[in-house]
C-alpha cells in the first residue's frame, strides 16, 4: 500500500511540473529560430522586449518589428508592401528580419537598431544580399551582426 501511494505522489508531482512548464507566456526572442507573421496582425500578444545598453526596452513583437519593415522599405523608395515578417534574431537593441512582400516578390533582409530618444526601430540596410555570413560591409552592420551574436 505505501508503495502505491508513493508512486501516485510521484506522478502527481511529474504532472503538476509538466503543466507549470507548457503555461508560460514569455516569448523567447534570443533563440535562432525564425518566426514568421503575417499582417494585419489583429491577435494580441505580450510585447518581448530586449534591453539595450541604454536600459530602455526595445520591443521586438512581431508588429512592431512588421511595422518597422514596412516603414524602411516605403524610405527606400520600394512600392512593394510587406505583408510578413520572418524574425531571425532580436537582442540588443538590434534585429534581423527578412521582409516578405505581397505577391510573391523578393524578400530582403532588413537590419533594425532600436533608437530609445524616439521609441522606435530605424534601419541600417536592407537588401536581398546582406546578412551577416562572411563579411558584413561597413561598421554599422559590423556592429549589428556582432550585437546579434554572429
Sequence with gaps: MRRTTMGLLVVTALVALIAAGCSSSEPDNTANTPSSTAAPATTTASAATTTTASGTAADCSNAVLLQAAQQALRESGSTATV?????????????????????????????LVWRPAAGAWEAIDLGTGIDCAGSPNGPKLTAACKALGY
Design 83 to 111: 505583408t510578413s515578417i520572418t524574425l531571425t534574431r532580436c537582442r540588443n537593441g538590434y534585429a534581423l528580419l527578412s521582409a516578405h512582400p505581397a505577391p510573391g516578390g523578393e524578400s530582403p533582409n532588413v537590419f
